[in-house]
């Protein structure tokens, strides 16, 4: 059984930055494909970005796309989402996700964190 447990949101200006970081435990997660997602209020959650096992794949959703970078740590157990040019329409609950394959992380993750509010003022 893995664990996530995500830090970092908060409330920031438009254009600032954010670092949302995701702690795994329970076991290993190196060979786990790891996920960020968000859902803002009265919508449904999406994919933000994966990274593949090892860090050695990643995948971005358009609106993430040249802003906003996921990485791991291998030795931490943990992932991590910088978040730059942070709009108004990025606020929303940002949740940490993992799977054992990489076709699922982005679909259908086999688990979840507990979500981190992340809030964009104009």
């Known amino acids: 059984q893995v664990q996530l447990v995500e830090l970092g949101g908060g409330l920031v200006q438009a254009g600032g930055s954010l670092r949302l970081s995701c702690a795994a435990s329970?076991?290993?997660?190196?060979?786990?494909?790891m996920g960020w997602f968000r859902q803002a209020p009265g919508k449904e959650r999406e994919f933000v970005a994966a990274?593949?096992?090892?860090?050695?794949?990643?995948s971005y959703a358009d609106s993430a796309k040249g802003r906003f970078t996921i990485s791991r740590d291998i030795t931490e157990n943990t992932v991590y989402l910088q978040m730059n040019s942070l709009k108004p329409e990025d606020t929303a609950t940002y949740y940490c996700a993992a799977s054992p394959d990489w076709a699922s992380v982005q679909t259908n993750p086999t688990y979840w964190g507990q979500g981190t509010q992340v809030t964009v003022s104009s």
């Open positions: 990274i593949g096992g090892y860090g050695f794949i990643t």
């Open positions: 329970g076991r290993s997660v190196s060979r786990d494909a």
